[in-house]
């Protein structure tokens, strides 16, 4: 699933990254890489989302958050990392 079908709270996984190649370089600076497990911490109707990767908080736009494809982490629950 795309990161912005995630639900608010839950924990996921990333399991791939498609976008340019200067926004995907950038995201893996970031520390978004595969593997990686994200928490959603709010979503916007307009398809951006805030979530928390690593510690860090980042806001993507919609067209970035299409790209990021996680899953959910089996037995996590809400409240995230």
């Known amino acids: 699933m795309k990161l912005n079908e995630g639900e608010v709270g839950e924990t996921y996984l990333v399991i791939n990254v ?3 190649a200067a ?3 950038r995201l893996e600076a ?3 890489n595969e593997m990686t497990p994200v928490s959603v911490l709010n979503k916007k109707g ?3 989302v805030i ?3 690593r510690g860090t908080r980042l806001a993507v736009g ?3 958050s299409d790209g990021i494809l996680v899953e959910k982490i089996p037995g996590s ?3 995230g990392i």
């Open 18 to 20: 498609t976008a340019d």
């Open 23 to 25: 926004i995907t370089r």
């Open 30 to 32: 970031l520390g978004v």
């Open 46 to 48: 307009s398809g951006s």
């Open 51 to 53: 979530f928390k990767v």
């Open 62 to 64: 919609q067209k970035i």
């Open 77 to 79: 629950q809400k409240g």
